[in-house]
């Protein structure tokens, strides 16, 4: 079962929105080759807002994926896309169904 999450928060710079989206959209195959990943969400909250929520059985397969291909891939591509450092929160699920 799930315990352990992280949802990360990103900004994207303005103009750079649909970049963002679809950097995200193609970020999918990287969730799907990381083993220790049970659950990944890419999400728009609001027009330049995005997010990554996903969702790990282990603390060792969280701090595998802060420290994977995606999180390499955006942050080599943040100073271009996003308006600020994304804003990460590390979530302990207490019920999932």
Same mark, same amino acid.
């Given at each position: 079962?799930?315990? @352990?999450?992280?949802?990360?928060?990103?900004?994207?710079?303005?103009?750079?929105?649909?970049?963002?989206?679809? @950097?995200?959209?193609?970020?999918?195959?990287?969730?799907?080759?990381?083993?220790?990943?049970?659950?990944?969400?890419?999400?728009?909250?609001?027009?330049?807002? @995005?997010?990554?929520?996903?969702? @790990?059985?282990?603390?060792?397969?969280?701090?595998?994926?802060?420290?994977?291909?995606?999180?390499?891939?955006?942050?080599?591509?943040?100073?271009?896309?996003?308006?600020?450092?994304?804003?990460?929160?590390?979530?302990?699920?207490?019920?999932?169904?």
């Amino acid at each position: 079962m799930e315990k @352990f999450a992280v949802l990360a928060r990103v900004e994207a710079k303005p103009g750079k929105e649909k970049d963002v989206l679809e @950097f995200l959209k193609s970020a999918l195959p990287l969730a799907q080759d990381e083993p220790g990943t049970v659950r990944w969400y890419a999400l728009q909250i609001g027009p330049s807002t @995005f997010g990554i929520f996903d969702t @790990f059985e282990t603390e060792d397969a969280r701090q595998a994926h802060l420290s994977g291909e995606i999180a390499k891939a955006l942050m080599a591509n943040a100073s271009e896309l996003l308006a600020k450092e994304p804003v990460l929160e590390m979530v302990d699920l207490l019920a999932v169904k």
